[in-house]
């Protein structure tokens, strides 16, 4: 029974590290190097771009839409939280201006589908 506990947890060992590798390798080929005109135009874009894209995709800032305070409050939880460089003074209030620009709030948010809202009864 050992035995084969043994061999059970080395072979998911080893699928799920073949799997890693798979993925990693399919995820990077498929990512081409990413530039700043992926940001929407506007004053300090290239400056935002590289601090944002510094620890993650554009992709993840692209698809976020936030009021300047929530864009404050999200970078202050990857400074607390993932260990981020404190943005101060004239370089965060340009990369909180250019957030909130070029990412404003998207629509009324999450809705539910199976609530009904309709005032006629």
Known sequence: MT?????????????????GAVFAQSSSAEREPEEPTVFPEGENRDEVF??????????LVRAQGHSRERWAEVLGIMVEKHNMAPLEGEDLDKTLDYLAKAFPPKG?????????RSTAK
Not at 3 to 19: E, K
Not at 50 to 59: K, L
Not at 108 to 116: A, E, K, S, V
């Open 3 to 19: 035995r084969w506990f043994a061999a059970v947890v080395l072979a998911a060992s080893l699928a799920v590290a073949a799997g």
């Open 108 to 116: 009324r948010g999450y809705t539910n589908p199976f609530l009904n």
């Open 50 to 59: 590289y601090v944002c894209t510094a620890c993650h995709g554009s992709d």
